[in-house]
């Protein structure tokens, strides 16, 4: 069955894509995370405890559930974008009357539902390690959600602005990936020097994984309200520069 | 109101920073053109590589924007009025492009979708049965041969019905099973009222097929006129001879070789006998002599030499 509108179709197949390949897009990133849990979780253990009671195992979850939700959610519309760019199957879009709004709805769309299936599978598999609290539900998916967006859109301008698959990559691997690892999945920034702390606070992605944290131990380094703010914020800007791009047809129209 | 209008066009792709470099401005790839094509045509864009037709097609699918003019599809502006101006249009681009994600149907379902139309399955069957297609219909587009994918463009082009249809060198390097069918269906959309514009190379099928014709050269319109007004403009009869000797250069600047064959432009009798007179003269050998009524190849050489006036004659 297809959606009946421009917008809503292109969502239906950006998501179909990625299922379509579910065990790369989906499978793979679960497995990476329960070994990442596993790893660390058998090393640390019994050597760490967060927030004075919280098993190291319990801690980890959260951030990771998190990690797979922005590294999913950049990898769908970034490598969905760039891939058509390269093969020209984007033309197929491109001579559509799709509007500006609607490529960004459909492509921010598939992305946070990709970076949710994702985060479901990683907690759903790794809630058998240890379980973590729920302390504020609603925050859980208020950060899921803007945390997908927020990567979801920097996956589309990154998709928009690469022209080859090395650029995406240094895209992925010099900006997401330390961005993300080192914004507190592994660890409480609370246990860093001040000077760290305060780098740490610079960096956007602590502000996703923090306040999703707190939704599951009602503990965080900052206060959620001041994350979601920031990260709403960031969000907005974001949006605005990945609008105004396809507005323009940066780099996909002549 | 006309189906496409190009008003004044220009497009020009800025320097290279190499080509600043040097010195050199940027590439006018369309410089100034302007035509209508009305309803229910069946119009020809002719004109060597880098004559300017994709980058023109490219303006009119709002794939890249003019320098400087308007184009309108159905009175749309292609872009301020973006959205009505491609529900009326659809386009067989040039380059053999596919999804590979999807099977044949469903990058039709999705198509449709694009476009806002749900429930297409009945326009989707006819057209998997008009291009040949019907027993490819699950089949991932990956494991299409590359004349099946180009069918498969076609479909893609025409699932919302366009008005306009524009077929972008649509048969270049498929085979004559797929140019018989193609030209049949489209031939029939045309006769059910769709605008088609046609870029080839196969003049043999624009002559065919195509009741007025443009010709581009550089960026800009040389000719533009009924097919059978270009017919009468060039030498009506050709000279068609084989020889294994080289041609003296007086004879050669005017003749169409390929290979052993070679054609002349020979208004009449006097003619003929002059230009065998003055290969035998000059000590050519022919072969397989025979006289032909001049074709479309020969006024588009013709043009493309440069010899002629570019013609401005809208009908």
Redesign the interface.
């Known amino acids: 069955m ?5 917008w ?3 969502l ?2 950006e998501t ?2 990625f299922w ?2 579910g065990f790369q897009t989906v499978g793979a990133p679960i497995l990476t995370a329960v070994l990442y849990l596993m790893v660390f979780g058998h090393v640390l253990e019994d050597h760490v405890k967060v927030y004075g009671t919280v098993s190291y195992t319990a801690f980890l979850i959260p951030g990771l559930v998190m990690m797979s939700v922005l590294q999913n959610a950049f990898a769908n519309s970034s490598s969905s974008i760039i891939q ?1 760019k390269i ?3 984007l ?9 500006h709004w609607g490529w960004f709805l459909a492509y921010v769309g598939s992305s946070i539902i990709r970076g949710l299936a994702v985060g479901l599978g990683v907690f759903v598999v790794t809630i058998f390690f240890a379980m973590p609290d729920f302390a504020a539900p609603l925050w859980i998916f208020a950060f899921a959600f803007l945390g997908a967006a927020m990567l979801g859109t920097l996956g589309l301008i990154a998709g928009l602005w690469a022209e080859k698959f090395d650029q995406m990559a240094m895209f992925q691997n010099f900006l997401i990936m330390p961005m993300t690892f080192l914004s507190g999945v592994f660890y409480s920034i609370g246990s860093l020097p001040p000077f760290w702390q305060g780098v740490s606070h610079l960096n956007p992605f602590f502000y996703m994984i923090d306040g999703f944290r707190y939704g599951f131990f009602g503990i965080s380094d900052t206060s959620p309200w001041l994350s979601f703010g920031i990260v709403g914020g960031a969000w907005l800007v974001v949006s605005a520069v990945a609008v105004h791009l396809l507005r323009i ?1 940066y780099k996909i ?2 | 109101m006309p189906a496409i209008s190009f008003q004044s066009v220009c497009k020009t792709y800025p320097a290279t920073p190499q080509q600043r470099a040097q010195g050199k401005p940027g590439l006018r790839a369309v410089d100034d053109v302007s035509f209508q094509i009305e309803e229910g045509e069946f119009f020809g864009l002719l004109g060597p590589n880098g004559a300017g037709k994709t980058t023109l097609i490219s303006m009119l699918a709002g794939l890249s924007r003019p320098t400087a003019g308007a184009v309108s599809v159905h009175g749309f502006d292609v872009q301020r009025d973006y959205a009505e101006a491609r529900r009326h249009l659809g386009i067989v681009p040039q380059e053999l492009v596919f999804d590979p994600f999807f099977n044949v149907r469903e990058s039709l379902r999705i198509q449709s979708g694009y476009f806002g139309i749900k429930n297409n399955d009945a326009w989707i069957d006819e057209l998997l049965h008009s291009l040949g297609l019907s027993d490819k219909a699950n089949a991932n587009l990956r494991q299409l041969s590359g004349g099946m994918k180009r069918r498969v463009l076609v479909a893609q082009a025409l699932v919302h019905k366009p008005q306009v249809i524009v077929l972008d060198e649509p048969t270049a390097g498929v085979d004559v099973e797929l140019r018989q069918t193609l030209w049949q269906f489209v031939a029939k959309l045309n006769k059910q009222g769709s605008t088609v514009l046609l870029t080839t190379h196969y003049l043999e099928e624009a002559e065919a097929l195509c009741n007025r014709i443009a010709m581009l050269k550089q960026g800009r319109v040389i000719a533009l006129d009924r097919t059978s007004e270009l017919l009468k403009s060039a030498a009506s009869n050709v000279l068609r001879f084989k020889t294994d000797a080289d041609l003296p250069w007086e004879i050669a600047q005017h003749a169409r070789i390929t290979g052993r064959i070679v054609q002349l432009p020979a208004q009449n009798a006097h003619e003929v006998e002059q230009l065998l007179g003055a290969l035998r003269q000059a000590g050519v050998a022919v072969e397989d002599v025979e006289m032909r009524k001049a074709d479309l190849e020969d006024v588009f050489i013709d043009l493309m030499a440069g010899e002629q006036t570019p013609l401005e004659v809208a009908r």
């Not at chain 1, 297809?2 to 421009?6: D, F, W």
Request: hydrophobic share 40%; charged share 15%.
């Open positions: 297809i959606a009946t509108t421009g809503r179709t292109l239906y197949k179909l894509r379509k390949v058509s093969m020209g199957s033309v197929f879009v491109l001579l559509t009357p799709l509007s047809g129209r002549g």
